[in-house]
């Protein structure tokens, strides 16, 4: 065994962490969608119990007051149940505050083998650039290696205070996802590179995307938390169209809205706003080095082609999603667009990204297409 070979069994291995991850950050979520069912019928049950004791001790001649009164005090936690207001609120509060239910056994796994695959995968990278002897970013198995590698350790930066597990899940299932197509569909051999990449450039220019697309999913990931919170704060479902308005098609799509019971671990995790603003920092970090890349890849193309800009596949791909993320910038700080709006934003900007990686290298010719 050489040590291109080593180090695809480390990437399988990370895969297999990863998936571990995966499945323990489900199970937290299963947790805390059930635990939050049944302290709300605690909750009612208690309420409840209370009513009718108020009844009991109350004289007949209190008459309608004392009956509006009791009324006033069993609304309240019950509504503030089914609307998620103040327990939710004050549970979102704090990023260091342990949602209650969670299972600590699920989360330390996943922590751990998120850690883990993160480590292996750091390895695997490493052995990848001794066996090719130069850095590892030259094709797009090499770049989706290390661009799961950052799309993992930010997610555990951001995790390191509080677990956010349905943010987990996402990010690990997209970390499965790309490894297991690396292996299987983009992988080559480690070897040499044409001339035209033997450059420094190389590093610079492919490296700082890399990043930026690791970035970029962790986002993605967060603005998909971000919409299905809101729409649990507001009691909007996401499925109540009306096509949908038929009695029997709502019933079997009632139990998939984001207002029904199986989504109630979304009261466990921040705040909508919360999510919206780290969304928007993560975005605006991987701008910024999105735009390093296509300045650098300017200057490269400049010195190996003669032309700053020559209309290729992969630099249209790449403005076009600069583009969708520079409008959701602008959108969000000057037109105060926020929430939903700004979410669907960032969707069509990875989007974009995902099809600059797979369809333009895949299916439209260019001149990056030697590389890949």
């Given at each position: 065994m050489n040590t291109g070979d080593l180090s695809t069994l480390l990437v399988w291995a990370a895969a297999t962490a990863f998936t571990i991850a995966l499945i323990a950050y489900t199970v937290d979520l299963a947790r805390l969608a059930d635990n939050a069912q049944r302290r709300e019928g605690a909750d009612a049950d208690a309420a409840g119990a209370a009513a009718v004791q108020d009844r009991a001790n109350v004289p007949a001649t209190a008459g309608v007051g004392a009956g509006a009164g009791s009324s006033a005090r069993v609304s309240s936690p019950l509504s503030g149940s089914a609307t998620g207001g103040g327990s939710v609120s004050a549970v979102a509060g704090s990023a260091a505050e342990a949602?209650?239910?969670?299972?600590?056994?699920?989360?330390?796994?996943?922590?751990?083998?998120?850690?883990?695959?993160?480590?292996?995968?750091?390895?695997?990278?490493?052995?990848?650039?001794?066996?090719?002897?130069?850095?590892?970013?030259?094709?797009?198995?090499?770049?989706?290696?290390?661009?799961?590698?950052?799309?993992?350790?930010?997610?555990?930066?951001?995790?390191?205070?509080?677990?956010?597990?349905?943010?987990?899940?996402?990010?690990?299932?997209?970390?499965?996802?790309?490894?297991?197509?690396?292996?299987?569909?983009?992988?080559?051999?480690?070897?040499?590179?044409?001339?035209?990449?033997?450059?420094?450039?190389?590093?610079?220019?492919?490296g700082v995307a890399i990043i930026a697309t690791g970035i970029f999913t962790v986002a993605f990931a967060t603005a998909v938390l971000q919409v299905l919170r809101h729409g649990r704060e507001t009691g909007r479902s996401h499925l109540d169209h009306p096509?949908?308005?038929?009695?029997?098609?709502?019933?079997?799509?009632?139990?998939?809205?984001?207002?029904g019971p199986r989504f109630r671990w979304l009261e466990q995790v921040p705040d909508a706003r919360r999510l919206e603003a780290l969304s928007f920092r993560l975005n605006a970090v991987a701008f910024v080095l999105w735009t390093l890349t296509l300045i650098g890849g300017a200057i490269w193309a400049e010195d190996a082609w003669g032309r700053y800009w020559n209309w290729d596949s992969k630099e249209v791909g790449t403005f076009v999603a600069w583009v969708v993320y520079a409008g959701y910038l602008h959108a969000r700080t000057t037109r105060g667009w926020s929430g939903r709006k700004a979410a669907y934003f960032v969707f069509v900007g990875y989007a974009c990204v995902l099809a600059n990686f797979t369809v333009v290298n895949l299916v439209l010719p260019g001149l990056h297409s030697y590389a890949f």
């Open positions: 949602a209650p239910g969670r299972s600590p056994r699920a989360e330390g796994i996943a922590r751990s083998t998120t850690y883990l695959g993160s480590a292996l995968l750091f390895v695997a990278i490493v052995l990848r650039g001794v066996a090719a002897g130069r850095w590892p970013t030259a094709n797009m198995y090499e770049f989706t290696l290390v661009g799961v590698f950052v799309a993992t350790t930010v997610l555990a930066i951001v995790q390191r205070r509080r677990v956010i597990a349905f943010l987990g899940v996402v990010v690990m299932g997209i970390a499965v996802t790309a490894l297991v197509v690396a292996l299987e569909s983009f992988f080559v051999r480690a070897d040499a590179v044409r001339p035209a990449l033997q450059n420094y450039w190389l590093v610079l220019h492919v096509w949908k308005s038929a009695d029997g098609l709502r019933q079997a799509f009632s139990g998939l809205a984001v207002t």
